[in-house]
C-alpha cells in the first residue's frame, strides 16, 4: 500500500484567463507530441512513437522484474462510442491481474532530454472513485521508468474514504541512496482532499512541468482541474534520469471508469492553453488527420479478379457497414479515404440496396408537403466517392479567387438568414463571406461554407473537374438525394444514424440546442436539450462520424443533392435521379438552426437552383468508372 503524505504545495484555484490571453489553438496542436482519441481504437490517433498499447505484469518469479506483452487486454478495456467527451472513450471496465497496466512507450512521444526538458499532459475523466474503483491506489496516467516513487510523474486516487487526488513528481532514486516516502512532509506532491468525482460528470486534468533534469532548483511541476490551477511542486531538484528506452506512458492503472483525449506536449501549457483545452474538448481531433499516407484519388480502376462483395441485407449494424466498405474497396483496388489536390477528403460508398424514406410512425415524419414517404426499397449499383466533410470556407475561397467567381448571393444583394429571434427572410448584403448571423461570429476556413446556390455547387464541382491533375476517368459533382440517405444511414434504418433517440450527449451534430440559445436568449424554437458548443457552424469534423466515415450528415449545415424533389413511388427503384423535374432541388440533412423533427437521416425539403441561405451548403461526390 503507497502510503499518504503528510506534507503537499497547495494553491488557491486561479481564474480563467481574460479574452485578451486567448490561446493560439494552432501552437497547442503544434506542441503535441502523442494524441489519442480513443474515438474508434485503443490506440494512439498521432504521435511521434508507438501508437499501440502494450501490457506489462509483475514477473510470476523474480521480483522487481517485468513481463511485456503486445498489445491490450480486450477484456478490461474497449471503446465507448458516442460516450466521451469528444467522441468516444476508453471504458476500463475490469483491472489487469498481477499489477498489470497498458503503455505506450515514452520514446518519442514525450520531449524527454537528460539535460534539461519541460512538457504536459492532458486527459478527461469520468468515473466516482470512491465507489467504482476495486485496488486501493488509482492511476489514471503515470509517467516513469522503475516506479510511482523513483523518476516519475503522476496523478492518482489514494485508499482514502472519501478519496484524495494527488499529483506527484518523484526524483529517480541514485543507486545505494533511500528516496524519499509520500509520507514525508517534503515529498514533492500536491494533494486535494475528498475530491468527490461522481459518475456521469467529465472532469479535465493536465499536469504540466518544466526544468526537470536540470541539477538546479528550479523545477516546477503543476497540476490543473477543470480549467483551474490547483496546486504547485517547485523549488526542487527533480531528476527523473531515465533510459527513455525503457520508459512509458502508462495509463489506466486499476481505473474503473470512462477516460477520453490523451495527450502528451513537448512544453509546459500555459493558463490559457489549459482553459482553451477545457473549453474545446475535441480541439486535437484535427491531429488524426496526419497519420498514415494521403491517397490520391484513383486515376482508373485497376483489373478486378473475382465477384464483388455481396452488400449486407439492410438493415446492418456499423461493424458491419465499415467491414464491407473495406472489403469493396479492397476488391475495387482503391482506397477507402483518398484526398484531391484541393485537400478534400473522400470516402468510399459502395453499392447497396436499403428503404428509402421513413414510416408514418416515426417521431418527426412530415406530410405530403415533404413526401418522406412512402418507403420504399432502392438499389444502388455503382460506388461512389463522397465528401468526407461539407465543403469549407477555405476550399470555396480558393475557388472563388482563382476562378473569379461571383455567387447568386452576391448578384441578388443576399440571402436568406434568421435574425435574433428566428425570423427568416432575405438579408441584403448576407453572402458567403458574410453569413448574417445573429450573433457573435468569425468566419473561418474550416468551416462549411453557405450562402451557395445549387448553381454555385455545380460550378464549383465543374471547377473542380477542369483543374491541372484531374482526369476524366473521375467526375466530380452533388449526390443525388438516393445517394445522399444511402450513405447518410451507412445500413441503419432508424431515425437518426446513431439511433433512435435524440442526442443528448452534444457530441455527434451540431443542430438548435442551449449553445445557440445563449448567443440568442430570444430564440423562440426549443431547443434540444444538449450543448454541441457551437450556436452557429461548428469546423467540419467537429463531431462524431457515422459507420462509413462521414462527418455532419445531420446537422451543422443542410446538404444540396444533384436531383429534383418529388414524391416518392411505393415501387422499389434501382439508381432513381430526378422526381419532378418541375420541383426545386432536394436538399437534406438540417443543419445548426433545425431541431430534431428536421435532421433526420429521412427527412428532407427542396430549394429553387438560385437559392442561397445562412444554413444551406453542399457535399461534393465523385463519380467513378462504371464498374461491371
Known amino acids: 500500500m503507497r502510503a499518504l503524505p503528510l506534507g503537499f504545495f497547495l494553491l488557491f484555484a486561479v481564474n480563467p484567463p481574460s479574452f485578451g490571453q486567448e490561446a493560439d489553438e494552432k501552437a497547442i496542436r503544434k ?35 517485468y ?8 477484456k478490461a478495456f474497449r471503446i465507448a462510442k458516442t460516450k466521451g467527451i469528444a467522441g468516444g472513450a476508453l471504458d476500463a471496465v475490469d483491472i489487469i491481474p498481477k499489477n498489470g ?53 503522476w496523478f492518482d486516487f489514494n485508499d482514502a474514504k472519501p478519496r484524495d487526488l494527488r499529483h506527484g513528481a518523484f526524483p529517480v532514486i541514485p543507486d545505494g541512496k533511500k528516496g524519499i516516502g509520500e509520507s514525508d ?24 512541468w518544466e526544468n526537470l533534469d536540470t541539477g538546479k532548483d528550479n523545477a516546477v511541476t503543476s497540476l490543473y482541474i477543470d480549467g483551474k490551477l490547483i496546486g504547485q511542486v517547485k523549488g526542487k531538484a527533480i531528476a527523473m534520469g531515465w533510459d527513455i528506452e525503457k520508459a ?6 486499476s481505473y474503473i471508469g470512462l477516460l477520453d483525449e490523451l ?85 468510399l460508398i459502395p453499392p447497396g440496396t436499403f428503404v428509402m424514406g421513413t414510416p408514418e410512425t416515426e417521431p418527426g415524419h412530415k406530410g405530403a408537403e415533404y413526401a418522406e414517404g412512402p418507403q420504399h426499397a432502392v438499389t444502388l449499383t455503382q460506388p461512389f466517392y463522397l465528401g468526407k466533410h461539407e465543403l469549407t470556407v477555405g476550399q470555396f475561397a480558393a475557388f472563388v479567387e482563382t476562378a473569379k467567381y461571383t455567387t447568386d ?42 450562402h451557395v446556390s445549387w448553381t454555385d455547387a455545380n460550378v464549383f464541382c465543374k471547377w473542380l473537374g477542369s483543374r491541372s491533375g484531374s482526369t476524366a476517368q473521375v467526375v466530380y459533382g452533388l449526390p443525388t438525394e438516393a445517394q445522399w440517405e444511402w450513405a447518410c444511414r451507412a445500413g441503419t434504418a432508424t431515425r437518426y444514424w446513431w439511433g433512435d433517440e435524440e442526442d443528448m450527449t452534444g457530441k455527434v451534430a451540431n443542430v438548435c440546442d442551449r449553445t445557440l440559445k445563449k448567443a440568442q436568449p430570444d430564440w423562440p424554437r426549443a431547443a434540444m436539450p444538449m450543448d454541441d458548443g457551437y450556436a452557429f457552424v461548428a469546423p467540419v469534423g467537429t463531431y462524431q462520424a457515422n459507420a462509413f466515415g462521414l462527418h455532419d450528415t445531420i446537422g451543422n449545415v443542410w446538404e444540396f443533392c444533384s436531383t429534383h424533389f418529388g414524391a416518392y413511388t411505393k415501387d422499389a427503384v434501382t439508381d432513381p435521379g430526378d422526381i419532378d423535374p418541375k420541383r426545386g432541388h432536394a436538399v437534406r440533412g438540417g443543419g445548426w438552426s433545425n431541431v430534431a423533427k428536421d435532421v433526420r437521416s429521412g427527412g428532407r425539403n427542396a430549394d429553387p437552383p438560385h437559392f442561397c441561405h445562412s444554413n444551406l451548403g453542399f457535399r461534393v461526390r465523385v463519380t467513378l468508372p462504371v464498374v461491371k
Open 31 to 65: 506542441a503535441v507530441t502523442f494524441y489519442a482519441s480513443f474515438d474508434d481504437e485503443v490506440k494512439g490517433d498521432f504521435g511521434k512513437g508507438q501508437l499501440t498499447f502494450d501490457t506489462r505484469t509483475n514477473h510470476p518469479t523474480e521480483k522487481g522484474q
Open 67 to 74: 513481463v511485456v506483452e503486445k498489445g491490450f487486454p480486450d
Open 101 to 153: 497496466r497498458i503503455f505506450v512507450p515514452a520514446k518519442g512521444n514525450l520531449a524527454y532530454k537528460n539535460d534539461g526538458w519541460a512538457g504536459s499532459m492532458s486527459m478527461w475523466c469520468n468515473f466516482n472513485p470512491d465507489t467504482m474503483l476495486k485496488t486501493g491506489f488509482c492511476d489514471p496516467v503515470q509517467i516513469t521508468q522503475k516506479g510511482a516513487n523513483n523518476g516519475a510523474l
Open 185 to 208: 512532509p517534503n515529498a514533492p506532491m500536491v494533494r486535494v482532499p475528498k475530491i468527490g468525482w461522481k459518475e456521469g460528470d467529465w472532469h479535465h486534468v493536465v499536469l504540466t
Open 248 to 253: 512509458g506512458i502508462y495509463t489506466a492503472i
Open 263 to 347: 495527450a502528451l506536449f513537448d512544453r509546459a501549457l500555459t493558463l490559457a492553453e489549459v482553459v482553451a483545452l477545457q473549453k474545446k474538448p475535441g480541439m486535437l481531433t484535427s491531429l488524426k488527420k496526419k497519420e498514415g499516407k494521403k491517397e490520391p484519388l484513383p486515376v482508373k480502376l485497376p483489373p478486378r479478379t473475382g465477384a464483388a462483395p455481396a452488400a449486407p441485407k439492410f438493415p446492418f449494424d456499423a461493424a458491419t457497414a465499415k467491414r464491407y466498405q473495406q472489403d469493396y474497396a479492397k476488391w475495387l483496388g482503391v482506397p477507402v479515404v483518398c484526398t484531391n489536390d484541393l485537400g478534400m477528403m473522400f470516402v
Open 409 to 450: 448571393g452576391e448578384k441578388n444583394d443576399g440571402g436568406n438568414a434568421h435574425d435574433a429571434k428566428a425570423e427568416w427572410k432575405h438579408r441584403p448584403g448576407t453572402n458567403w463571406k458574410k453569413p448574417g448571423f445573429a450573433g457573435p461570429f468569425e468566419l473561418r476556413n474550416e468551416q462549411p461554407v453557405v
